[in-house]
């Protein structure tokens, strides 16, 4: 994630907001976090569509027991952000999901339904109180199963960049100093900044940790079974000629960059993307 205002960390990966975007997405910010009291909304993303693009943002609620993630979306050309649901997909709509993410192109219409449209199943002692809703799996659905993802699979941090509070909930770190050049240029220098996976075991016991980087996944590393090895080479790093910033790119999903101001406390990353998986990678390595 990062600030609207900061999206010129990301200058070196060929995407970006135009000025339109830019102006309307801090605008619907403002207003969002004016009226629901929530702060630290930051851009996520751009998913785009062949009518319309999806514009993510993402807020971080510190005080819970692993920093949860809302996001939000809207349209691009209408700047009102709604919030992306959190719910679970049924074990149907999950195997769809998975099947749409390498090929589906997203078209810029939330109700688009993907399946054949269907209403939930209401209990016979229910019926007189009980309204059928419906559980047609939609775009809007699967927007939030891709953004969802990609944010599991990348979320980057450099190392330090995040610490235990006090409280012992994970926050951005106020003193980190920044990465050297030597430290920048190794994988092993960067974390996701999301359940740990890998380590989930360290997390549930982390009484003894005292750094970040004792219980979140590092980059590359670990992950959940159910989405299998980290592909070797699905990550790229590069430090620039100058020596000023590093810039850390998935292969897994193409279009999320990650930047790093050397020697500062500035860093974020985003997405840019059609939300599809490359599922080739294994043989481009």
């Known amino acids: 994630m990062v600030s609207i205002a900061d999206l010129s960390l990301l200058k070196n990966c060929g995407q970006g907001l ?10 619907a910010i403002t207003k969002e976090q004016h009226e629901s009291g929530v702060s630290g909304i930051q851009f996520w993303g751009k998913i785009s569509g062949t009518t319309k693009d999806y514009l993510v943002c993402c807020v971080i609620d510190a005080t819970t027991t692993f920093p949860a993630k809302q996001f939000y979306y809207c349209l691009a050309g209408n700047y009102a952000l709604k919030k992306l649901s959190n719910k679970l997909l049924t074990s149907s709509q999950a195997g769809l999901a998975r099947s749409l993410q390498a090929t589906y192109k997203f078209m810029g219409d939330p109700t688009k339904p993907l399946e054949e449209e269907k209403t939930e199943e209401v209990k016979e ?3 007189e109180t009980v309204t059928a809703g419906d559980a047609t799996y939609r775009e809007l659905h699967h927007l939030s199963f891709v953004v969802w993802s990609v944010d599991s699979s990348t979320a980057v941090v450099p190392k330090g960049g995040v610490a235990f509070n006090e409280q012992g909930a994970l926050v951005r770190n106020s003193a980190f100093g920044g990465l050297s050049a030597t430290d920048a240029s190794s994988l092993s220098s960067f974390y996701h900044f999301r359940d740990p996976q890998g380590r989930a075991a360290l997390w549930k016991n982390k009484s003894g940790a005292n750094k970040a980087e004792d219980v979140l996944d590092q980059v590359g590393g670990a992950r ?15 430090v620039d000629a100058s020596c000023t910033t590093v810039n850390v790119r998935s292969l897994e999903f193409p279009g999320y960059f990650f930047a790093h101001t050397l020697g500062t406390n500035q860093y974020g990353g985003a997405y840019f993307g059609d939300g599809k998986r490359n599922v080739d990678l294994g043989f481009m390595v």
Do not use: K, M, T, Y
């Open 224 to 238: 959940s079974v159910d989405q299998g090895p980290s592909p070797n080479g699905a990550w790229s790093v590069s």
């Open 125 to 127: 002692e229910d019926a």
């Open 18 to 27: 135009n000025i339109e975007e830019r102006c309307g997405l801090q605008a």
